[in-house]
């Protein structure tokens, strides 16, 4: 991807993930307004009159879980492109293999840096580089406010291994930005 188009990326991809923080802090906060409400009152019309208040409260997931639902239908189209072009992918090995080399770069600009696995269904996934972490600064200060950027790419790729017939939970983790390791713990069916 070119510098051009990468930089209107991330800052699209920045503004998703401040809004889902800001909505997930505005449901907080009318869940505690709620709660406050719900105590107060005793007679049914009274309740009925905070409807929308509840609606606001209780509607969506928290903030992580809406980003890797956005990063699983991702992923999920992608790896519908990318398969129809390549022959079938019939081992589990083969299907992470293809996640790791066509998908990674159609998805994030480049190949992965390291594959590792137990043989046991447990595949570790490794990007020294990784496009999605390029906003903030090198280094350990930012690895803890660098999780909600990391949710939906790891929703792009269980949403791949879905596409492929793979159920597998996708955990990130970081120890120096930009740096990360996805771990792939595949379901067994």
């Known amino acids: 991807m070119s510098v051009g188009a990468a930089f209107p990326l991330e800052l699209l991809y920045s503004e998703i993930v401040n809004y889902c ?17 719900a105590e107060s009152c005793t007679d049914s ?14 509607a969506h997931n928290n903030c992580e879980t809406q980003l890797e639902s956005i990063g ?19 081992s ?18 480049k190949q992965v840096d390291n594959l590792r ?3 046991q269904g447990v595949y570790v ?32 790729i269980r949403g791949a291994l879905s596409n492929l017939n793979v159920q597998a939970v996708v955990t990130p983790t970081v120890e ?6 996805f771990h792939i713990h595949i379901q067994q069916r």
């Open 21 to 37: 923080k800001e909505s997930e802090e505005r449901r907080n906060v009318a869940k505690t307004q709620w709660n406050k409400i």
């Open 45 to 58: 019309p009274s309740l009925e009159s905070y409807t929308s208040l509840v609606q606001q409260a209780f």
């Open 72 to 90: 699983f239908r991702i992923g999920y189209v992608i790896a519908e492109k990318l398969a129809k072009d390549s022959g079938r992918l019939f």
């Open 92 to 109: 589990e090995l083969e299907i992470v293999k293809f996640i790791c080399k066509e998908f990674w770069c159609a998805a994030f600009g």
């Open 117 to 119: 696995t137990n043989h």
């Open 125 to 156: 996934v490794q990007d020294n580089k990784f496009s999605s972490l390029s906003c903030f600064s090198e280094g350990t200060q930012f690895v803890k406010e660098s999780a909600l950027y990391l949710a939906i790419p790891s929703g792009i």
């Open 176 to 181: 120096t930005l930009p740096s990360v390791k």
